[in-house]
């Protein structure tokens, strides 16, 4: 069955520099995302991406973040300048469809801890 | 406002015990999705299940059961016979019109032997 792909699986970086996560989507879907869980807490929506535009992003998602499709099969999130409350486990998700007429869940990578020191 | 409350944060129950999970939802959409996830120590998210809100039929899978009640906003999930490998935090999601989910705070389910 195909999945979503993150890397690297934990990434450990010092405050204030930049973060690449990456994540390969399922290669038919079109709906891209990205979650974050701080240590024992829910899993919260970050960002949603469709057809090379940010469709939605919450009140986490500042001017620190941004997200690319820098190719056909990369989605990636960036972080500009770490903060130590950015520690936590990001997962990404990819759907085929979206909106509530969709039959397909949203598929979740395995996530990347990041780690701020 | 769109809201998933799982009251219970952590349960301990013994091995082959059953166990219900609850979960209350909030949403002024008429047409909406309900998910189970099930995240275990590893970290991952794996899909348990999909509702859809015009779809109120109770789901049984295997030792897994799921209770749909729309009157009350509620999407309760039952493990029978707990086992040990049950152990996780599970959590209940909300699927809006937007597309994104709307997690629970999840509930930590300890199945001691």
């Known amino acids: 069955e195909p999945e979503v792909t993150q890397t690297p699986s934990h990434q450990v970086t010092q405050m204030g520099q930049e973060v690449i996560l990456r994540c390969v989507p399922i290669?038919?879907?079109?709906?891209f995302y990205w979650y974050r869980q701080i240590l024992g807490q829910k899993v919260e929506f970050l960002v949603s991406f469709y057809n090379n535009e940010i469709s939605e992003k919450s009140e986490i998602f500042d001017d620190q973040f941004s997200v690319e499709r820098p190719d056909g099969s990369n989605f990636t999130l960036k972080i500009r300048s770490t903060k130590l409350e950015d520690s936590a486990m990001y997962f990404c998700a990819s759907s085929e469809r979206t909106g509530t007429f969709s039959n397909q869940p949203q598929h979740f990578g395995d996530g990347t801890r990041l780690s701020i020191l | 406002a769109q809201k998933v409350t799982q009251a219970q944060t952590e349960i301990s129950v013994v091995e082959k015990e059953d166990v219900t999970l609850d979960c209350v939802y909030e949403?002024?959409?008429?047409?909406?999705?309900l998910f189970w996830y099930k995240q275990p120590p590893s970290g991952e998210l794996v899909f348990l299940i999909r509702?859809?809100?015009?779809?109120?039929q109770n789901e049984i899978s295997g030792r897994y059961s799921w209770n749909f009640q729309k009157s009350t906003s509620s999407f309760n999930f039952t493990i029978t016979a707990s086992q040990v490998v049950d152990s996780a935090v599970y959590f209940c999601?909300?699927?809006?019109?937007?597309?994104?989910?709307?997690f629970g705070q999840g509930t930590e389910l300890s199945v001691k032997p």
């Open positions: 509702r859809n809100s015009f779809d109120e």
């Open positions: 999601a909300l699927y809006n019109q937007g597309g994104k989910l709307i």
């Open positions: 290669s038919n879907h079109l709906y």
């Open positions: 949403t002024r959409d008429t047409t909406y999705y």
